[in-house]
């Protein structure tokens, strides 16, 4: 399934951006602490983020803000699990980013393999949850799901700015009862 097969789901099936609730829902691609900037979708979300990381592209700020609304939500809602779904996505967005930008963007080494995968707790996941003074221990690591431990590892990392990640830490219940 591509992006074209996706758009008219979406535009058949799905409600436009403007139309969604403002809480996050179970069945939501995205996470609660995304919901500032969800409307519009202004921002890369995490979904996509994972999706880009997964593929192997550098997606900037500038080229996700000359995509259409419809295009974002797209990129959101296009699968991106199995390998021929990974080309496709990787694709069509090389495609589409330089119909919409004149612009091709970056490759990124895939990790090989990726870090969110370990079971092992990253230390810059470790070292940011000390500074907001939250311990997150291996076996919590370990129930997260991919996409969470993603968004964690992205959030702690240097340069990030790291105000969500306590919002994280607290949706993905990681807070010491």
Known sequence: MGFESVTKHSATNSPTMADRPTIVSEASPFFQFE???????????????YRLD????KLKLHHWNQLSEADRLRLVLAPCDTLLEQKTYRQELRELVAARSGEIPKDLPLENPFPWL????????????????????????????ELQRFALIKLSQPGHENRNFLPAVQEFGLLNP
Do not use: K, N, Y
């Not at 997964?54 to 592209?57: C, H, K, L």
């Open 118 to 145: 370990s079971a092992d707790l990253p230390d810059s996941v470790a070292a940011q949850a000390a500074r907001v003074g939250v311990t997150v221990s291996h076996q919590q690591w370990r129930s997260l799901s």
């Open 35 to 49: 919901q500032e900037f969800i409307t519009g979708l202004r921002c890369i979300p995490m979904v996509v983020r």
């Open 54 to 57: 997964r593929v192997g592209i």
